[in-house]
């Protein structure tokens, strides 16, 4: 996702991000401040960080309490990549080898847990509800969690309905939470309702863009398609594709022979556009809520959409079949 503009008095929000990460990296002595250092050379878009500072600033929180939430939210994602990067045996994360790969599987663990454990602590750091913030944070993870071995165990091919809750659960409560936490501290918990639905849009949207890049172009090797898990292309084909009947068939079996067969067969297909118009369509449903939220939250909550709308966007242009 491209990156909101931020401003905090006067201060560049992320550079302070990166200055908190250095004050509260692991004690010098321990095996993760080498794992930490490493990870933390390249933070990433900090997209997390960016909606919880960008609330806090149009809400008027503390700077200090509004730069801790950032930092745990921000945390708490990073440590649920690291462990994803287990779960997918993924070798790189942000140019570089990933953490597991580097360093083990072991200190991949370690170093994930101790982000966990930091994020609740900042969180809980707030002057005024920082029990409110940890609470929020878990339910958070919890909800990522389920949604991930979802994601992971699901071995069917999904139907639609069942695509959209894995993916919603993936993805929405830890961008729901950067918001959700700076409103909860300016005390507008009450308020929210069309935030989450908001939010479930764009994650909807985010999601089913990364899915069709993974099916797009087919020179690349589709690792939904080889670890057959849920994608929004692929559920459509499933339903509505030529030659679904066959396709089902091959999907229920663990033969991998004709991967890269039904890839291009998948990628060459009319369910691309109707992936695409989906993806369009939640990007509409969210920008028609903005105006449901509270004034001081419509700014983030526009640029949120069009982050996801930009990404969407910049990457189907990117894109040839």
């Not at 930092?71 to 993924?90: G, K, Q, R, T």
């Not at 991930?148 to 993916?167: F, H, M, N, P, V």
């Not at 729901?176 to 989450?196: D, F, R, S, V």
């Not at 691309?272 to 369509?281: R, T």
Request: glycine share 8%; net charge negative.
């Amino acid at each position: 996702m491209s990156p909101i503009k931020i401003a905090t008095s006067g201060l560049d929000g992320l550079q302070e991000l990166d200055a908190l990460y250095l004050r509260e990296m692991p004690h010098s002595q321990s095996s993760l401040a080498a794992a930490a250092t490493y990870h933390f050379k390249n933070s990433g878009k900090s997209f997390r960080a960016q909606l919880a500072l960008t609330s806090g600033v149009s809400l008027g929180l503390n700077s200090n309490d509004n730069l801790h939430w950032a930092a745990a939210c921000e945390l708490l994602h990073n440590a649920s990549l690291i462990h994803d990067d287990i779960s997918d045996a993924s070798t790189h994360r942000r140019g570089q080898q990933s953490i597991h790969q580097y360093f083990g599987s072991d200190m991949a663990l370690c170093l994930g847990d101790w982000m966990v454990a930091k994020a609740f602590e900042l969180a809980a750091r707030n002057t005024h509800c920082g029990g409110a913030l940890a609470a929020l944070l878990a339910q958070a993870m919890q909800e990522t969690c389920t949604g991930q071995i979802s994601d992971i165990t699901q071995r069917e091919c999904a139907g639609l309905d069942e695509w959209q809750r894995i993916a919603k659960g993936k993805t929405a409560p830890l961008l729901i939470a950067p918001i959700k936490g700076a409103a909860i501290a300016a005390g507008l918990n009450a308020e929210l309702a069309a935030l989450e639905t908001l939010v479930g849009f764009c994650g909807l949207a985010y999601q089913g863009r990364n899915d069709i890049d993974d099916i797009i172009p087919s020179s690349h090797r589709s690792s939904d398609l080889d670890g057959r898990k849920p994608n929004l292309v692929i559920c459509l084909f499933a339903s509505d594709g030529i030659g679904r009947e066959d396709f089902n068939r091959w999907y229920r079996s663990n033969d991998l022979s004709e991967l890269t067969h039904w890839q291009r067969r998948i990628a060459s297909s009319s369910v691309i556009l109707q992936a695409n118009q989906s993806v369009d369509f939640w990007l509409a449903q969210a920008e028609l809520l903005v105006t449901s939220l509270p004034p001081q939250l419509r700014p983030v909550a526009q640029g949120l959409v069009s982050s996801v709308k930009q990404n969407a966007t910049l990457k189907r242009e990117g894109l040839i079949a």
